[in-house]
């Protein structure tokens, strides 16, 4: 699975691009640090899954989760939030996953578990 990791801080996007890596095995095809660098990465490599960091510099979450999800291939979208209480809105607009940041990193990495597996049994049928 190809995975594209965003977020303002290049040090918190490379954390997490190590921790997907290390313990799932997937494939981070790339880190945006703003919403150009991130529609760049997803027009020219189509990942599976987009790692949304709700602090994305260029275009408000509740309006980014749903282009990505319009695209023609639509990725799956987990978006890592500071705010538990957006987690309805996230969802609502199309994310397939929320995790708060305060959480365990264990949280997201089920949360990535979850939408693999799913990926791989559509894929399948």
Do not use: C
């Given at each position: 699975?190809?995975v594209v990791v965003?977020?303002?801080?290049?040090?918190s996007r490379r954390?997490?691009?190590?921790?997907?890596?290390?313990?799932?095995?997937?494939?981070?095809?790339?880190?945006?640090?703003?919403?150009?660098?991130?529609?760049?990465?997803?027009?020219?490599?189509?990942?599976?899954?987009?790692?949304?960091?709700?602090?994305?510099?260029?275009?408000?979450?509740?309006?980014?989760?749903?282009?990505?999800?319009?695209?023609?291939?639509?990725?799956?979208?987990?978006?890592?939030?500071?705010?538990?209480?957006?987690?309805?809105?996230?969802?609502?607009?199309?994310?397939?996953?929320?995790?708060?940041?305060?959480?365990?990193?264990?949280?997201?990495?089920?949360?990535?578990?979850?939408?693999?597996?799913?990926?791989?049994?559509?894929?399948?049928?």
């Amino acid at each position: 699975m190809q995975v594209v990791v965003t977020g303002k801080q290049a040090s918190s996007r490379r954390a997490i691009s190590l921790l997907i890596k290390t313990r799932l095995g997937l494939n981070v095809i790339g880190e945006a640090g703003d919403y150009k660098e991130l529609m760049d990465l997803v027009k020219a490599n189509k990942p599976e899954l987009v790692l949304l960091n709700d602090d994305l510099p260029g275009m408000e979450m509740g309006k980014l989760v749903p282009i990505l999800r319009g695209l023609d291939y639509s990725p799956a979208v987990i978006v890592l939030n500071g705010m538990p209480e957006t987690e309805e809105a996230v969802l609502s607009a199309g994310a397939n996953a929320f995790v708060f940041k305060g959480d365990h990193p264990k949280q997201l990495l089920i949360a990535i578990e979850k939408i693999r597996i799913s990926h791989e049994e559509q894929r399948n049928t």
